[in-house]
């Protein structure tokens, strides 16, 4: 089992940038395959971005060319990079795990989450 931390979330001003970062422990993440999602009030949550295990990336079409995932097997840890912010990204922010070599973009794919970490755009 995998547990996440996430951290870097914060107040950021309209196209501004901001790095999440997600610290995995409990195993070892090069054997799974990451995401973030979000999830803004009255609103479902939303994949936005995942990693495969083997780096392959997918981003979701309303946020590509504004956030670049990538991850440290190493380190153990997941980070999320925002460019360009706007006031729609406000949310709270999660990674996601699961223990599989790739994933996609759904919720159902992930079986660990964190705890979340809130962005506010303004």
């Known amino acids: 089992h995998v547990q996440l931390v996430e951290s870097g979330g914060g107040s950021v001003q309209i196209g501004g940038s901001l790095r999440l970062s997600c610290v995995a422990s409990?195993?070892?993440?090069?054997?799974?395959?990451m995401g973030w999602f979000r999830q803004a009030p009255g609103k479902e949550r939303e994949g936005i971005a995942a990693?495969?295990?083997?780096?392959?990336?997918r981003y979701h079409d309303g946020v590509k060319g504004r956030i670049t995932i990538s991850h440290d097997a190493d380190k153990g840890t997941l980070a999320l990079k925002m460019d360009d912010l706007k006031p729609e990204d406000t949310a709270m922010y999660y990674c996601?795990?699961?223990?599989?070599?790739?994933?996609?973009?759904?919720?159902?794919?992930?079986?660990?989450w964190g705890q979340g970490t809130q962005v506010t755009v303004s």
């Open positions: 996601a795990a699961e223990f599989r070599g790739r994933c996609g973009l759904g919720s159902s794919f992930y079986k660990y």
């Open positions: 409990g195993d070892t993440i090069g054997r799974y395959c």
């Open positions: 990693i495969d295990n083997n780096g392959g990336t």
